[in-house]
């Protein structure tokens, strides 16, 4: 079992900087993938950021690539995402998610879906205002 829990979003300016925390709890291990991804209202749930847990592999949403970096800790557990240079249509509900993977290939289109990934946190709102 895998709990996810977000934090460290808040209301910022156009250009600012957040930096979001995943903290996990249960067994994580070299099999998980960790996501972020982010939904605003009315829309579908959109990818942002993913990495393996050994953080060997990154994958990014063009619309955020050069803004946003994606980091783990893996003795804390814990996924980071860096947004620098943020924009007004940022602002959007993030969460974090893990994806378990053993047999499958390493893809961007497998990391970047959201069907894939298996536990959820509650999400962390991030506003950021002209």
């Known amino acids: 079992q895998v709990q996810l829990v977000e934090s460290g979003g808040g209301l910022v300016q156009a250009g600012g900087s957040l930096r979001l925390s995943c903290a996990t709890s249960?067994?994580?291990?070299?099999?998980?993938?960790m996501g972020w991804f982010r939904q605003a209202p009315g829309k579908e749930r959109e990818f942002v950021a993913a990495?393996?847990?050994?953080?060997?592999?990154?994958y990014y949403a063009d619309s955020v690539k050069g803004r946003f970096t994606i980091s783990r800790d893996n003795a804390k557990n814990t996924v980071y995402l860096q947004m620098n240079s943020l924009k007004p249509k940022d602002t959007s509900v993030y969460y974090c998610?893990?994806?378990?993977?053993?047999?499958?290939?390493?893809?961007?289109?497998?990391?970047?879906?959201?069907?894939?990934?298996?536990?959820w946190g509650q999400g962390t709102q991030v506003t950021v205002s002209s």
């Open positions: 990495t393996t847990w050994s953080g060997g592999s990154t």
């Open positions: 998610a893990a994806r378990y993977r053993i047999t499958s290939a390493l893809t961007f289109g497998g990391m970047a879906a959201a069907s894939g990934y298996n536990y």
């Open positions: 249960g067994r994580i291990f070299s099999s998980y993938d």
